[in-house]
């Protein structure tokens, strides 16, 4: 259910591994949080149902206290150090659970030995580099516990993963050239492991596995050198109720005949099947990765098309997860084409689609993931012939004859064209998985197009105005989850939606069969829907603020002529039941964006709490219970991000040639006609803000209201003398206090407030 709690702890703990809202309300559970340091986070005393069973903290079952003999240590400290949990006088002796036990001459845990006596107060004797636990024949196997060893400040950190805060040595002399396995098969904890050699005193790495598990084991394999000493570190963290059993292994082993780069094994003609076992497959020292961290025990497959082929490789029947790379040769070396890794899932298989070129030759990299439990074993692999999606290039886009418009389509065996447009909202990203979609407009209007409700990440969706790759002109784009977009649509004109994947490596023709990064999308099924869009309409004004033309700023001073952003002149806006509308107007028309430079946008800060003293200021308003961002030009809809995260009501904006105006939902400002705003542009180069200061009141601040408190007293005066004082930063609607229309705010405006309150004049002063 992708939440941060495993499938099988859920399931242990009683709560539901399908539902992300539904977590354990356990004790154990609590524990662990507590371990981890978010002790905060206790489901046993939040007042909350977490695991929808009816019943919430000390009435669910769960919650029976785990400290059952009444000391201060917990059961699962007492099982872990060898204590008797259900006796208030055995209690650890050991230093890290109950530190000083092992030097107060008493039996703690009442095992009849005490101190230095005591297994849990002596330190396992391969504790340090120097004192590493000599292997004279092979196999080698070994079982220990070592939960009183410690971490030397010396012990090296290896390419992959941390030592950990208890680690063990071992040694071997290699009697003859060999390919060693080293494992720790059957260990209690989650271990790392790492080999190194030594040369002047200095250790050189070898090779390395780790796991971030709680309890899982690794395996390594490398090549030995006749002669030549490895020493092997392993090491962890002591885990809740997890007592510190390391076993450890290490044996000879004979690698797959392809398991050099150089050894690649040749396909010759497709479909193409095989199963190896790679538990002795090594990685070389200069082996690439296309995904976080080396691959570990690899094979190599190499393929050279005699025409264009779009080609599935597959590995996802294997007893483990292997991340799979697709590279070419390169002037520079080896390119990489294609990624896929499982991230340990079964239901994220390792598979990847890639075009392959006629003449080109391509190498397949199966490998064990290092941040996987479970890196090597046997691989089941194959490479076929894939078919891609009708709609999957700008010709064959699917048309959407009338609306609304449903479509589903599986786009794993989608592929990229080398002109597809690159997105303004995705900052660069490249696309890959391109399906298309053609909407000729039958009659002016708005329309919406979407990727359904769920978040992913993974895609984005754009919509283009145009008749060829070449010549589109971007009329809307989403991502980062928002995943719908809506556009103004004009009677007898085309336009083309593009659905795609989304990548960060550096390269235009990279393509990743998972999400950015390379990593695996939760589906490659894409659901598409498209439909009219309807946009409430603005309520009648009842608040407007005017801003001084041509008071931009720079980082250092006014903004270098030509990059100067949208200078705001007019903020209005108003509401009725429902919506807030506010519509933003420029000095003059906002020009396109220029290629490599950074899109104009519109930032709305809303609050609607009505606390006068709030600090709600323009450009940072940390008091803003709601923010509505718009680039300009962009989507229409757009997405609302309250305190708490993203909102999940839905905001509009509708864009001018020198004008934005932004629809939000009246719930989503406080749900009644009294709230502040703030309006803020920018561009990369400058930034204008409206009110320079404070923020523009509705119901309209009346004038002297400088404290936004719907009166115009003495109070005011008051704080516009502190203001001016430097006794206070700033006033909630410090326009209104300018009484006198100077451009300021000042002493001579608190004056005349005064002079008003007594009734010797009313406002407005001529």
């Known amino acids: 259910d992708h939440d941060f709690i495993s499938n099988a702890m859920e399931t242990r703990l009683g709560s539901d591994p399908n539902d992300n809202t539904n977590y354990p309300e356990s004790s154990q559970f609590d524990a662990m949080l507590s371990y981890f340091g978010v002790g905060f986070a206790i489901t046993c005393g939040d007042a909350a149902d977490n695991d929808h069973d009816g019943l919430t903290d000390g009435a669910d079952p769960g919650c029976v206290k785990i400290q059952n003999d009444g000391d201060n240590f917990s ?44 297994p849990g107060c002596q330190p396992a004797p391969n504790d340090s580099f120097a004192n590493a636990t000599s292997i004279s024949s092979l196999p080698y196997d070994d079982s220990e516990k070592i939960s009183s060893s410690t971490r030397s400040p010396t012990d090296p950190y290896s390419s992959c993963a941390s030592p950990g805060s208890m680690t063990v040595w071992y040694r071997y002399t290699a009697a003859s050239d060999d390919v060693l396995v080293v494992s720790t098969a059957g260990s209690s904890f989650g271990a790392n492991l790492s080999v190194w050699t030594t040369s002047g005193g200095r250790l050189s790495e070898v090779a390395c596995a780790g796991t971030y598990r709680t309890v899982g084991s690794v395996h390594a394999a490398f090549r030995a050198t006749a002669g030549q ?80 082929t779009l080609v599935v490789a597959d590995a996802g029947e294997s007893s483990f997860f292997p ?80 609306l609304p418009f449903n479509d589903s389509v599986d786009t794993f065996t989608a592929t ?42 993974a895609l984005y969706i754009t919509a283009y105005e145009g008749s060829s790759l070449d010549s589109l002109s971007e009329v809307a784009c989403a991502a980062n989850g928002a995943n719908k977009i809506g556009f103004a649509a004009t009677a007898g004109h085309s336009y083309y939606v593009l659905v795609a994947g989304r990548t960060y490596r550096g390269g235009k023709f990279i393509s990743t069969s998972g999400a950015a990064g390379g990593g695996p999308p939760s589906s490659t099924l894409v659901t598409f829907h498209m439909d009219t869009l309807t946009i409430p309409p603005c309520a009648t004004p009842s608040f ?46 906002v020009p396109p964006v220029a290629a ?26 940390p008091a803003s219970e709601l923010q509505v961002y718009v680039p300009i030009p962009s989507n229409i809809l757009v997405p609302l991000y309250g305190f708490l995260g993203p909102d999940s009501s839905t905001g509009y904006a509708l864009f001018g040639d020198r004008s934005v105006t932004v629809i939000v939902p009246l719930s989503a400002v406080g749900g009644d006609d009294h709230y502040r705003v703030t309006a803020y542009t920018n561009n990369g180069s400058g930034s204008d803000c409206a009110p320079d200061v404070g923020a523009i009141q509705s119901p309209p601040a009346q004038l002297g209201d400088a404290n936004c408190d719907g009166r115009t007293d003495s109070i005011d005066s008051l704080l516009i003398l502190q203001l001016f004082a430097n006794i206070i930063p700033m006033l909630p609607c410090q326009y209104a206090g300018d009484v006198n229309y100077n451009g300021g705010v000042g002493p001579i405006d608190a004056l005349l407030i005064l002079q008003y309150e007594s009734g010797m004049f009313s406002f407005p002063i001529s």
């Open 75 to 118: 059961d699962a400290t007492e099982k872990l150090f060898g204590s008797d949990p259900t006796d208030p006088n055995s209690v650890p002796e050991h230093e890290i659970a109950n530190p000083g036990s092992c030097t107060d001459g008493i039996d703690n845990d009442l095992d009849g030995l005490t101190d230095s006596a005591d």
């Open 229 to 308: 000493t490895y020493y092997v570190l392993v090491g962890g963290d002591i885990g809740p109720g997890s007592p510190a059993m390391l076993g450890f292994h290490l044996s000879v082993g004979t690698p797959p005949a392809n398991d050099d780069f150089g050894d690649a094994e040749t396909i010759s003609a497709l479909p193409f099947t095989t199963t190896v076992d790679t538990t002795a497959a090594t990685t070389e020292t200069s082996e690439p990765n296309c995904y976080y961290g080396r691959p570990i025990s690899s094979v190599w497959y190499r393929f050279a098309p005699a025409q264009d």
């Open 323 to 402: 991340i799979l790379g697709v590279w070419t040769s390169g002037i520079f070396g080896l390119t990489p084409t294609a990624c896929s890794v499982s991230n340990g899932s079964a239901s994220q298989a390792s598979r990847v689609a890639f075009l392959a070129r006629a003449g080109q030759t391509y190498y397949v990299q199966a490998g064990g993931d290092p941040y996987s439990p479970t890196t090597s074993g046997t691989l089941d692999f194959s490479l076929d012939v894939g078919i891609s999606p009708a709609n999957d290039n700008f010709a064959g886009a699917t048309n959407v004859s009338s």
């Open 416 to 457: 990229t064209e080398l002109n597809d447009p690159l997105a303004s909202c995705t900052y660069g990203d490249y696309p890959t998985r391109t399906i298309w979609y053609r909407y000729t407009a039958t009659a002016d209007g708005y329309v919406e197009a979407d990727l359904g409700s769920d978040f992913n990440y």
């Open 544 to 589: 407007s603020f005017t801003d001084a033309v041509g008071d931009t700023s720079g980082g250092f001073g006014p903004p270098p002529p030509g990059t100067e952003p949208p200078d705001i002149v007019l903020v209005t806006g108003g509401n009725d039941a429902r919506n807030v509308c506010v519509r933003v107007e420029f000095a003059a028309p």
């Open 596 to 621: 490599g430079t950074q899109q104009p946008s519109l930032a709305l800060n809303f609050d609607g709490s009505e606390f006068p003293g709030r600090d709600l200021t323009c450009p940072y308003s």
